[in-house]
């Protein structure tokens, strides 16, 4: 499996459902990697290039519903491609640290676990269109989607974002997607940092912090 360690610099991924608190650890960890000198790429899925930030409208507006879920995996595949191959690699060969927001974990969770498209279809895709990237540490926020969805819609209602399409999603998805995340860190766990998201955001901010600077220095060593 060709992996972002073997290129020079780092990539790390901050998964979880929606509402998790992706965006304060996000926040924290480039305050303190910025602080440390990492040379830092902050980016997110979808999205991540131009042409990624027109499908991410077209996915996640209400008007995204028309897709069907065969679609809506090729289409964020399609994100994924360009992000990788324009964005990700390239600042990776440089040595740069990236900090994404979602990679291949979010599509085995919802398009996987929660649409119920097969795993190996998923798997197939990545490694055969997105060069088998894989993070070199992943952040799970794991929080019950019922604590994660409220947050989510509060934060939603306030900023007037047409990006609620998968908030809108019945409970018994999000469960889905929760225990595919679960599922997926157990598998590598080698590689996968799963924090309790429900606690109170400085906590959460505190211990993912605290864990991904262990795991870089064990990465160097
Ligand atoms: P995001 O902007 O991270 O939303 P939130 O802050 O609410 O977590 O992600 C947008 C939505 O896109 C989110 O509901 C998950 C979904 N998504 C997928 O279904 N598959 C994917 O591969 C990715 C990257 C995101």
Redesign the pocket.
Known sequence: MVDGAQDRGRFIVVE?????G??GVIEALSARLGALGHDLLVT???GGTDEGLKL?EL??SADGAVWDQGA?LLL?TA??IQHVKRVIRPALRAGRTILC????G??L???GA?RGISEQLIRGLHRDLVEDLWPDITVLLDVDPRVGLAR?RARLGETGLD?G???DLDIGFHDRVRAGFLDQARHDAARTLVIDAARAPDAVRADAVAQVMARLEALAA
Do not use: H, I, N
Not at 16 to 20: L, T
Not at 101 to 104: A, C, E, G, P, S
């Open positions: 979880g459902g929606d509402g998790s992706k965006g997110r899925e979808p991410r996915l996640l809506e964020m994100a994924r927001d979602r990679f291949v979010s599509t969770a919802y398009q929660g989510s990006e399409r998968f908030e």
